[in-house]
C-alpha cells in the first residue's frame, strides 16, 4: 500500500497541469536530475539525468546510459484532466445577493459529478516583474493553488424539478457555475489569487486558472481493494511511470519519461503529444552526443514507446458496455488497449513486447477492446507518433467513472504498474 498512499499524495498535490510538473520536477530533483532550458545549449554527460519543461505544463526527463546508446525507451502520459476553466472576467453578480464564477468545460467531462462538492482553484498567474529594467516589464509566472473550500456548484432542488432523476441536459453556461460568495464579497476571487501569488492585484496580467475537486483520495473496499480520488485519468500514469524511471539505471538504451499537457483536449498544441516537444527533445540529445542524423534514424528504429493512458474496466452494473471478449477489471493487471483504426497505436509486435514486460516483472496483463458498436476516445501514441516514429503500445490501469469528477481504480494495479515501468526502463 507504501505507493498507493504515495501516489495519493502526489495527486492532491497536483490540482492541475503546472502543479503535476512543478511536483514531478521536485522529485527528480531530488534524485539528481539537472534542469535544461530550451532557450539555452545542452551539455550532456553519459550516464547523465536530465529534464525539461515546456509551458510549465509538459515535461520530459531522460537518463543517459555509461555506454554508447542503442535507442530510446519511453513512457508517455499526461497530465491534464477534464475540469472547468476560468473564464476571464470571470465573476458575476446575481440579483445583488450572489457572486458566481463564469467558466467553460475543459475536455470531456461527466458535469453531474462536479454538482454539490467542495471545489477551489488552481493554476498559474503570470506577473509583471518590476524590477526588470527596460521598458516593458518581464512577465513572472507563479503557480497558485487556493487550499481552502471556495465554490459549489449546487443542484437544483427536486421539488423544483420532478423529473430530475428521469435524467437531465446539463448547459455549462447555465447551469455548472460556481457559487462564489455573497454580494458583499466581489472583487474577492481576484484578491484572493492575488493573496496566494504574494503579489499586487493590479500586477496580474494573465492567468490559467481552473477549478479542482478538494475530495481527498481514499482507500475502501471490503479489504481495501480500491481507490477512488479525482484525476486518476492520468496521474495514476505519471506518476507510477515517473517511480519507474527513478528506481531504473539504463544499461543501452535512454530512458526517456514524456509528460504532454493537453491530451483532453486534443493534443495539437505547443505542450501536446502532437508536438515538437519529444522530437525536439531526442534530436537535441543526439546533437549534444555528437549523433548525426543519421545515426538519430538508427536509435528511433531500435526505440520503444509505452503510451500509458488509463483504461475503461468492466462496470459493475453495466457489463454490458464492454466488449464480449476483451473485459478488464480491477486488479486485474495492466490493460492492452487495441483500436483498428489505430486511435490506439499496439499492434502485434508491440504487444508482444509488452506482454513480455510483465512476464518479465511478474504482473498480469489483461486486454481492452471497444464494442464494436460503441465509439472509444483517442490518447497519445498515435499523436505522438507523427513526429517520433517508434514502435509504440497503448496501456493504462482499468479504472471506472472516467472522466468524472472523482474517479475509482483498484489499489493491486498500482505496485503491477510500476514493476512493469521499473523492469521496461531497466532494459
Same mark, same amino acid.
Given at each position: 500500500?507504501?505507493? %498507493?498512499? =504515495?501516489? @495519493?499524495?502526489? #495527486?492532491?498535490?497536483?490540482?492541475?497541469?503546472?502543479?503535476?510538473?512543478? !511536483?514531478?520536477?521536485? *522529485?527528480?530533483?531530488?534524485?539528481?536530475?539537472?534542469?535544461?532550458?530550451?532557450?539555452?545549449?545542452?551539455?550532456?554527460?553519459?550516464?547523465?539525468?536530465?529534464?525539461?519543461?515546456?509551458?510549465?505544463?509538459?515535461?520530459?526527463?531522460?537518463?543517459?546510459?555509461?555506454?554508447?546508446?542503442?535507442?530510446?525507451?519511453?513512457?508517455?502520459?499526461?497530465?491534464?484532466?477534464?475540469?472547468?476553466?476560468?473564464?476571464?472576467?470571470?465573476?458575476?453578480?446575481?440579483?445583488?445577493?450572489?457572486?458566481?464564477?463564469?467558466?467553460?468545460?475543459?475536455?470531456?467531462?461527466?458535469?453531474?459529478?462536479?454538482?454539490?462538492?467542495?471545489?477551489?482553484?488552481?493554476?498559474?498567474?503570470?506577473?509583471?516583474?518590476?524590477?526588470?529594467?527596460?521598458?516593458?516589464?518581464?512577465?513572472?509566472?507563479?503557480?497558485?493553488? %487556493?487550499? =481552502?473550500? @471556495?465554490?459549489? #456548484?449546487?443542484?437544483?432542488?427536486?421539488?423544483?424539478?420532478?423529473?430530475? !432523476?428521469?435524467?437531465? *441536459?446539463?448547459?455549462?453556461?447555465?447551469?455548472?457555475?460556481?457559487?462564489?460568495?455573497?454580494?458583499?464579497?466581489?472583487?474577492?476571487?481576484?484578491?484572493?489569487?492575488?493573496?496566494?501569488?504574494?503579489?499586487?492585484?493590479?500586477?496580474?496580467?494573465?492567468?490559467?486558472?481552473?477549478?479542482?475537486?478538494?475530495?481527498?483520495?481514499?482507500?475502501?473496499?471490503?479489504?481495501?481493494?480500491?481507490?477512488?480520488?479525482?484525476?486518476?485519468?492520468?496521474?495514476?500514469?505519471?506518476?507510477?511511470?515517473?517511480?519507474?524511471?527513478?528506481?531504473?539505471?539504463?544499461?543501452?538504451?535512454?530512458?526517456?519519461?514524456?509528460?504532454?499537457?493537453?491530451?483532453?483536449?486534443?493534443?495539437?498544441?505547443?505542450?501536446?503529444?502532437?508536438?515538437?516537444?519529444?522530437?525536439?527533445?531526442?534530436?537535441?540529445?543526439?546533437?549534444?552526443?555528437?549523433?548525426?542524423?543519421?545515426?538519430?534514424?538508427?536509435?528511433?528504429?531500435?526505440?520503444?514507446?509505452?503510451?500509458?493512458?488509463?483504461?475503461?474496466?468492466?462496470?459493475?452494473?453495466?457489463?454490458?458496455?464492454?466488449?464480449?471478449?476483451?473485459?478488464?477489471?480491477?486488479?486485474?493487471?495492466?490493460?492492452?488497449?487495441?483500436?483498428?483504426?489505430?486511435?490506439?497505436?499496439?499492434?502485434?509486435?508491440?504487444?508482444?513486447?509488452?506482454?513480455?514486460?510483465?512476464?518479465?516483472?511478474?504482473?498480469?496483463?489483461?486486454?481492452?477492446?471497444?464494442?464494436?458498436?460503441?465509439?472509444?476516445?483517442?490518447?497519445?501514441?498515435?499523436?505522438?507518433?507523427?513526429?517520433?516514429?517508434?514502435?509504440?503500445?497503448?496501456?493504462?490501469?482499468?479504472?471506472?467513472?472516467?472522466?468524472?469528477?472523482?474517479?475509482?481504480?483498484?489499489?493491486?494495479?498500482?505496485?503491477?504498474?510500476?514493476?512493469?515501468?521499473?523492469?521496461?526502463?531497466?532494459?
Amino acid at each position: 500500500m507504501e505507493y %498507493v498512499r =504515495k501516489m @495519493l499524495e502526489f #495527486i492532491e498535490k497536483s490540482p492541475c497541469c503546472y502543479q503535476v510538473v512543478e !511536483n514531478m520536477a521536485a *522529485e527528480l530533483e531530488a534524485a539528481g536530475y539537472t534542469l535544461l532550458k530550451e532557450n539555452q545549449k545542452w551539455e550532456l554527460l553519459a550516464g547523465g539525468k536530465y529534464y525539461v519543461d515546456r509551458n510549465g505544463s509538459s515535461l520530459i526527463a531522460f537518463t543517459l546510459p555509461h555506454r554508447e546508446m542503442q535507442g530510446f525507451h519511453i513512457v508517455a502520459s499526461h497530465s491534464d484532466s477534464p475540469c472547468f476553466k476560468i473564464k476571464e472576467n470571470a465573476e458575476m453578480t446575481v440579483e445583488d445577493r450572489y457572486v458566481k464564477l463564469n467558466v467553460e468545460k475543459y475536455g470531456g467531462m461527466i458535469l453531474s459529478t462536479w454538482l454539490d462538492r467542495p471545489l477551489s482553484a488552481a493554476g498559474r498567474v503570470i506577473v509583471a516583474d518590476r524590477q526588470s529594467p527596460g521598458r516593458f516589464m518581464a512577465p513572472v509566472v507563479k503557480n497558485v493553488v %487556493v487550499e =481552502k473550500d @471556495l465554490f459549489i #456548484i449546487p443542484n437544483v432542488a427536486i421539488h423544483m424539478n420532478r423529473e430530475i !432523476n428521469k435524467g437531465i *441536459e446539463y448547459n455549462v453556461q447555465t447551469d455548472m457555475l460556481p457559487l462564489c460568495g455573497g454580494a458583499e464579497n466581489r472583487g474577492a476571487f481576484r484578491r484572493l489569487i492575488a493573496q496566494v501569488a504574494g503579489v499586487e492585484e493590479e500586477d496580474i496580467l494573465g492567468s490559467d486558472l481552473f477549478l479542482y475537486n478538494r475530495e481527498k483520495g481514499r482507500i475502501f473496499g471490503a479489504a481495501g481493494e480500491f481507490i477512488c480520488a479525482p484525476r486518476l485519468d492520468d496521474l495514476e500514469c505519471v506518476y507510477l511511470s515517473l517511480q519507474g524511471m527513478l528506481h531504473a539505471l539504463p544499461e543501452k538504451y535512454g530512458n526517456v519519461l514524456a509528460v504532454f499537457d493537453n491530451e483532453e483536449v486534443g493534443s495539437s498544441t505547443r505542450q501536446g503529444a502532437a508536438s515538437t516537444f519529444l522530437k525536439d527533445t531526442l534530436q537535441r540529445i543526439c546533437s549534444a552526443l555528437h549523433i548525426n542524423e543519421d545515426g538519430y534514424c538508427r536509435l528511433l528504429a531500435d526505440s520503444f514507446m509505452i503510451s500509458a493512458d488509463n483504461a475503461h474496466a468492466v462496470h459493475p452494473n453495466h457489463p454490458e458496455k464492454a466488449d464480449p471478449t476483451n473485459r478488464p477489471y480491477l486488479n486485474g493487471g495492466i490493460v492492452i488497449k487495441y483500436h483498428g483504426s489505430q486511435k490506439y497505436t499496439t499492434d502485434g509486435v508491440s504487444a508482444a513486447a509488452m506482454k513480455d514486460i510483465c512476464r518479465q516483472a511478474d504482473v498480469p496483463w489483461q486486454t481492452y477492446a471497444n464494442r464494436s458498436d460503441i465509439a472509444g476516445g483517442s490518447t497519445l501514441g498515435n499523436l505522438s507518433a507523427v513526429q517520433v516514429p517508434v514502435s509504440t503500445v497503448d496501456i493504462g490501469l482499468p479504472q471506472l467513472a472516467m472522466h468524472s469528477s472523482y474517479e475509482t481504480a483498484g489499489t493491486l494495479d498500482v505496485e503491477y504498474m510500476r514493476k512493469a515501468m521499473e523492469c521496461f526502463y531497466k532494459g
